[in-house]
């Protein structure tokens, strides 16, 4: 008898926490707050590639320098990993993209899939706005959700906007 008290017990203080920590949740559609952080990123250094040819599996490494306000704000590392396993005619492949923003007060960790085409010197680039999930950081940014959005403004440059989660 105790031990069904003791069960009952605890599934109302567990049913009573999701509760609570429900009604704190944002809702679908309600606005939540976000820092932005918005650096550019200068035309990156291709530290490696493998396989140089061939289908999913081949992997890009890079780094570029950052700026913010047009001053030096950090270094951006890369990878990249072909995951397309659906050719196509389109020249588009879709990749796992691991984003590492080493920013002055600690690291941004963004990850996701978005298309890219291959730039001179088979260096990935995005055709179009991409947007992945950012899913920690250390320093200020430690615990950071979010998600980053990467816009190609110039050949090889790009502009990443950092939604990260109040």
């Not at 820092?35 to 040819?53: G, K």
């Not at 890009?60 to 990993?81: C, M, N, Q, V, W």
């Not at 730039?119 to 899913?135: D, E, F, H, M």
């Amino acid at each position: 008898m105790k031990s069904v008290l003791r069960i009952r017990i605890a599934a109302l203080a567990a049913t009573a926490l999701f509760t609570a920590s429900g009604a704190t949740a944002a809702q679908v559609g309600e606005k939540v707050g976000y820092a932005i952080v918005t650096v550019i990123q200068a035309p990156p250094v291709l530290v490696n590639v493998e396989p140089p040819q061939g289908g999913p599996g081949g992997t890009s490494y890079y780094e570029a320098e950052l700026s913010r306000d047009g001053k030096p704000f950090g270094r951006l590392h890369g990878t990249s990993i072909k995951s397309d396993v659906t050719p196509d005619s389109s020249g588009l492949e879709t990749r796992m993209r691991t984003l590492v923003f080493d920013l002055p007060e600690g690291q941004v960790v963004a990850i996701g899939t978005s298309e890219v085409e291959l730039a001179p010197g088979n260096v990935p680039a995005l055709p179009k706005p991409a947007t992945v999930a950012i899913v920690g950081g250390t320093g200020i940014y430690g615990a950071a959700r979010g998600q980053v959005t990467s816009i190609r403004v110039a050949e090889g440059t790009y502009e990443h906007v950092l939604m990260i989660l109040k």
